[in-house]
T-cell receptor
């Protein structure tokens, strides 16, 4: 059973608008969440993370929101740029896992000029 | 700059052959991981290591093995390659020993088993 779910396989937005990528999880022991971006023919690159003691973390155009009661997190990209077009993976870990991550299946974001 | 590299980047092999994919990191990270990425499955963990001489099975370990003889390297071996092992393989490393641990990925190896 999937512990980390990204229910939207793809998302298309217009350049300059907001992109919102969603992720749901089932394991209440998860306490650290990450987003990775992946371009074709490259490895995933770390984008942003959030600890369960926070509900928001911001880094430039990227903001991650965490709703623990709903077991839901989202990544907001504002404003979206064509270079943001990539596959975005949500990942989660628990303190007892010694750093092992559980990944979602990814959402392919397309930003149209 | 510290980095993580994988070789080869592309490999074509035949069913039944033994194949070894290399992973090398210069961050002096304790933890190293191998994943495979397949359409519709995302990233699935094959094997991982928390340090020298330590190896552990992940979600999809059947048909794969790893060994960790030093901090920098974690080679992944396919004992007898099968067509189902055609995939893109990613190696990752992380510092380990910290609560909020971030993994850093290599560029990937595309393996085709004919």
């Amino acid at each position: 059973d999937q512990q980390v779910k990204q229910n939207s396989p793809s998302l298309s937005v217009q350049e300059g608008r907001i992109s919102i990528l969603n992720c749901d999880y089932t394991n209440s022991m998860f306490d650290y969440f990450l987003w990775y971006k992946k371009y074709p023919a490259e490895g995933p690159t770390f984008l942003i993370s959030i600890s369960s003691i926070k509900d928001k973390n911001e880094d430039g155009r990227f903001t991650v929101f965490l709703n623990k009661s709903a077991k839901h997190l989202s990544l907001h990209i504002v404003p979206s740029q064509p270079g943001d077009s990539a596959v975005y993976f949500c990942a989660a870990s628990s303190g007892g896992s010694q750093g092992n991550l559980i990944f979602g299946k990814g959402t392919k974001l397309s930003v149209k000029p | 700059d510290a980095e993580i590299t994988q070789s080869p980047r592309h490999k074509i092999t035949e069913t039944g052959r033994q194949v070894t994919l290399a992973c090398h990191q210069t961050w002096n990270h304790n933890n190293m991981f191998w994943y495979r990425q397949d359409l519709g499955h995302g990233l699935r963990l094959i094997h991982y290591s928390y340090g020298v001489q330590d190896t552990n099975k992940g979600e999809v370990s059947d048909g794969y093995s790893v060994s960790r003889s030093n901090t920098e390297d974690l080679p992944l071996t396919l004992e007898s390659a099968a067509s189902s092992q055609t995939s893109v393989y990613f190696c990752a490393s992380s510092e380990g020993g910290v609560a909020a641990d971030t993994q850093y990925f290599g560029p990937g190896t595309r393996l085709t088993v004919l």
